[in-house]
């Protein structure tokens, strides 16, 4: 981990949705320590600042992807990076994904709106290592058709295979899909509660009521895991402004055990 940027050019850019953009980078120098599913790093464009983004995909420890969508000042200069300009990077930060624990069982990936960025390197990581683990699936909701992100990539995720779900909350014209709640996907996915490993990502109040579904199908607390956010600074739990109780989630998550993270969530003041 460094608490100083170093420099990142950035070799490929994609647009993923109307405000969503992925882009790869690569260090120009010396690279950051290797990243893990589930943790993020600081990116800072110059000039502006900085702001915390999970990585959505690990190539390799010299090549990274993140997804970003443009919401204020230095996402919306993060999006309007091309190829060969030059950001700054600083980490890895965070707890990410416990995939070691969750060895020898099912993978049920739930993921809402761009939460699936933060998921994206664990579908990777399940499906390069297709023997340690059980079946593989993936419930996606979106507002719209047209946020959804990775399209292209959930085919080849099908075709792996890994079973993919997808949900819209609005559907477009020639949308012919499930429209409603990701958590409506659920009884597709059958979870074996002995034997399931569920990683959920989202906005906080599609954590809560996946995370209560998934206890009411008999999924013990333990075997759920919450990637949570707040509002991040430092990156190193030194300023504050992402805790949650007595967590500095930048630090002590963002990924962190439902067993942990319920009596927290139930604080309305937190």
Known sequence: MTTVPLPYRVTAVSAETADCVSFEVTPVGRALPDFSPGRFAMLYVFGVGEVPISVSAIRDRHRLVHTVRAIGAVTDGLCRLGPGDTMGLRGPYGIGWDLDRAAGSDILVIAGGIGLAPLRP???????????????????????????????????????????????????????GDVGTVTTLLARAEPRPDR??????????????????????GLPEHRVQVSLERNMRCGTGHCGHCQLGPLLLCRDGPVTGYDRARPLLAVREL
Not at 140 to 166: K, N, S
Not at 206 to 216: K, V
Request: charged share 25%; with cysteine; net charge positive.
């Open 122 to 176: 664990v579908v990777h990581h399940v499906l390069d290592h297709p023997g340690r683990y059980g079946r593989l699936h993936v419930l996606i909701g979106a507002r719209t058709p047209q946020d959804l992100l990775y399209r292209e990539e959930l085919e080849h995720w099908r075709r792996a295979p890994a079973r993919v779900e997808v949900t819209v909350d609005r559907p477009g014209p020639g949308w012919r």
């Open 196 to 217: 399931t490993t569920a990683l959920v990502c989202g906005p906080e109040v599609m954590i809560r009521h996946t995370a209560r579904a998934l206890l009411t199908r």
